[in-house]
């Protein structure tokens, strides 16, 4: 707990704490993908890269995209929080009535856990009478796409990965790495220490570009959401900490 001590004795009150992990989760993000990004920088100069630190990179990619869906569950999770236990820190007026119509809307826990993330945070914005997001708004449906990604891989089971020398416009994917690649393939760079001739997904896919672009497209997708709510972002302090490269 973030410089809290725990009660002395002696003490006439107990101390309660709320911790915020949402803010841990995106400066972890944001910390692995300048991990990556350093990485791939010393192989664009070197031209060399060790056993060592492939694996280094790896797991700074993977760990960027893991914790930027942390970070995404975790904010509602925590907003949804407060607000059921009627907890409202930093919110003015407008701000506590809106908290407190979805503690009183939105009261069923078993509900709430079994909702699908992008869906609680559309809730949220409909309890408080808010816009939603279209399906097909670039951050939302960047975040749909970021948690598939994040599922498969944490769920992950093998298949055959097939090398096409060529594919048609239009032909439906036939693995999950076919469809993550018609999915992302233009949306960042590609990883600069996979070779050209492996798969899309998930060699030449989870690089530094991968892991910047969880993290931009969820803050984008956050700003927006609590800025149409007038609530401040828990992560607002520390902005300038997030910086991705």
């Not at 930027?68 to 409202?88: H, P, Q, R």
Request: proline content about 4%; hydrophobic content about 40%; some cysteine.
């Amino acid at each position: 707990m973030d410089g809290l001590h725990p009660e002395l004795p002696g003490d006439e009150c107990d101390i309660r704490i709320r911790d915020c992990f949402s803010v841990k989760y995106i400066q972890s993000a944001a910390l692995f993908c300048r991990f990556g990004w350093a990485i791939e920088s010393g192989y664009a100069s070197t031209g060399t890269l060790s056993a060592e630190e492939r694996l280094r990179h790896e797991a700074f990619v993977l760990n960027a995209l893991f914790s930027t869906v942390a970070f995404l569950e975790s904010s509602i999770n925590e907003l949804w929080s407060d607000a059921a236990d009627d907890v409202f820190f930093f919110a003015d007026k407008k701000g506590e009535a809106l908290l407190r119509a979805v503690g009183e809307k939105w009261s069923n826990e078993n509900y709430f856990d079994r909702t699908p993330l992008p869906a609680k945070y559309q809730k949220v914005l409909e309890i408080g009478n808010m816009h939603l997001f279209p399906d097909d708004d670039p951050d939302f449906s960047g975040i749909k796409d970021l948690i598939m990604i994040r599922n498969y891989l944490m769920h992950y089971r093998r298949e055959w990965v097939i090398i096409h020398s060529g594919r048609q416009a239009g032909v439906p994917a036939e693995t999950h790495a076919e469809k993550f690649e018609q999915l992302l393939k233009h949306r960042f760079a590609e990883n600069p220490l996979a070779a050209k001739n492996l798969p899309f997904f998930p060699d030449r896919c989870l690089g530094h570009g991968c892991a910047e672009w969880a993290v931009t497209t969820s803050l984008s997708f956050t700003d927006r959401f609590f800025r149409e709510l007038s609530l401040p972002a828990s992560y607002e302090g520390i902005r300038d900490e997030l910086v991705t490269r």
